[in-house]
């Protein structure tokens, strides 16, 4: 990089770098989601132990 | 699941909103780099998804101390949410480091100081999150969490402050880092006003995801006893 004369062409890491971090933080949601939802399960199965 | 509260749902809409306006001036409004070219964009949500994971490990340290105090398993729960907020942000930092770091260092990974140190914290709050698993006793499991993670922050200060102690490739964004740094580079007012937005917007994010994750787990308690007195009963 010490001779170029314009900025290094990186886009494709850049795309790469974006794509990682919303990926992990959809992957973080999705998963707060999941448990959200089997523990609404498991309640509903527990009420209706109950009756 | 108890209703989310007004104020919640504010910061649900306005983390969002922000995230998408950091993203805009990212891409937008922060000039490309001179020498490094778009990948430099990836820095702004490097840096913040690495402050955002030092707040998590923090709280998890302010958490512990909380309950050793207290004795109170509330402590417990927003102990284990932050750690669990702090390695997702501190995962993503690692990760688009990594991937910033293929074109400017000509590597994916060097045994550099800071990659080393932060590449240490994930994997001993990782440990923490395993080690929890096989401890049946909630008090007893909250009393190790605590101590862990008292233990496990003195990774955090290290983290932060070994690419200003040891020599070191991976450049400092405020303050004076070693000379011999690679990807170094001077910001502009935009770039300034990108990355102190940027930081802020993951500091919301930050609260928005704990609060949620917290009555997540608050949820989970209630589950667990509720399963734990149908089991006596039968």
């Not at chain 2, 709280?59 to 101390?65: D, K, L």
């Not at chain 2, 499991?141 to 101590?147: E, H, I």
């Amino acid at each position: 990089m010490l001779f170029q004369e314009g900025p290094a062409e990186t886009t494709g890491y850049m795309i790469l770098g974006f794509a990682a971090i919303f990926g992990s933080l959809l992957a973080y949601l999705f998963s707060l989601s999941n448990r959200r939802k089997n523990l609404e399960k498991d309640r509903e199965i527990l009420e209706d132990g109950k009756k | 699941m108890p209703p989310k509260p007004v104020f919640l749902k504010v910061i649900d809409i306005s983390s969002f909103t922000l995230l998408l306006i950091a993203s805009a001036m990212v891409f937008l409004y922060a000039p490309m780099e001179a020498v490094m070219g778009n990948v430099q964009r990836v820095f702004y949500f490097h840096v913040a998804c690495g402050w955002a994971g030092f707040i998590g490990f923090t709280a998890a340290f302010v958490c512990a101390i909380g309950y050793l105090r207290t004795g109170d398993l509330k402590w417990d729960i927003a102990g284990l949410a932050a750690v669990e907020i702090g390695l997702v942000f501190a995962f993503i930092n690692i990760v688009s480091g990594s991937i910033w770091a293929r074109p400017i260092w000509n590597t994916w990974w060097t045994w550099d100081p800071r990659l080393v140190t932060a590449t240490i914290m994930e994997l001993i709050y990782l440990a923490y999150l395993m080690l929890r698993q096989g401890i049946g006793n909630p008090a007893r499991r909250a009393r190790f969490g605590a101590v862990y993670a008292i233990l496990g922050f003195i990774s955090v200060p290290l983290t932060f402050f070994s690419i200003r102690i040891w020599s070191t490739i991976h450049p400092v964004v405020i303050g004076s880092g070693d000379p011999e740094a690679k990807g170094a580079f001077d910001m502009t007012p935009r770039m300034l006003t990108t990355f102190l937005f940027s930081l802020f917007t993951f500091s919301v994010l930050f609260v928005d995801l704990y609060w949620n994750r917290i009555r997540l787990g608050i949820f989970g308690e209630r589950i667990e006893s509720l399963k734990m007195k149908a089991m006596e009963e039968a």
